[in-house]
C-alpha cells in the first residue's frame, strides 16, 4: 500500500496535466473544469497561436521545456543520476508547424505518462522526493505561465 503522501503527489501530478478528476470531485490548484490542466490548456492550440511570443517565449517553447524538465527527471528515476542538461536550449523554439507542434505535445504526453509509471516503481528518498515534488512544483508554474499567454494570444 502506498503512503499517503506518495498517493497525493501522483494525484497532484495528474491534476498538473489532466486536469481534476472527472467528475469532479476535488480540484486542488487547477480551475474545476475538466481538462483544465496543461493537456487541456494546450490541445486545441494551433502551430500558429503555439508559435506566438509572448515576452520572449512560445506556448511551444513552454510545453517542450516542460517535457524536457520531465525527460530529466525520468532518466534520474530510472538511472539514479542527474542527467546532463542544457536548458537554454530548452527555451529556443519558436516556430513550429502543425507537425512540430504535434510532436511537442506527444513528447509532453510520453514523458507524463513514464512519469507516471516511474512514481510507481521508485524507490523513496530524500533526493528522489525532492525531484518529484519539484517536479510538480515546476509543471504547476508553467500551467499558471501557459494559462496567462493564452489570455494575451486569445487578445491579440
Known sequence: MNHPLETSIKKMVREAFEGPPIPVKESWFTNTEPNSGIFGALEKLTAYEASISVQGATLAAHADHVRYHMWGTNELLEKGDFP???????????????????????????????????????????????????????????????LQILKVIRDI
Open 84 to 146: 546532463k542538461m542544457d536548458w537554454e536550449e530548452s527555451w529556443k523554439i519558436n516556430l513550429v508547424d502543425e507537425q512540430q507542434w504535434y510532436r511537442i505535445r506527444e513528447g509532453l504526453r510520453c514523458e507524463y505518462l513514464r512519469l507516471l509509471e516511474n512514481l510507481e516503481a521508485i524507490y523513496w528518498n530524500e533526493i528522489i522526493a525532492n525531484e518529484v515534488i519539484g517536479s510538480l512544483a515546476h509543471s504547476a508554474y508553467h500551467l499558471g505561465a501557459i
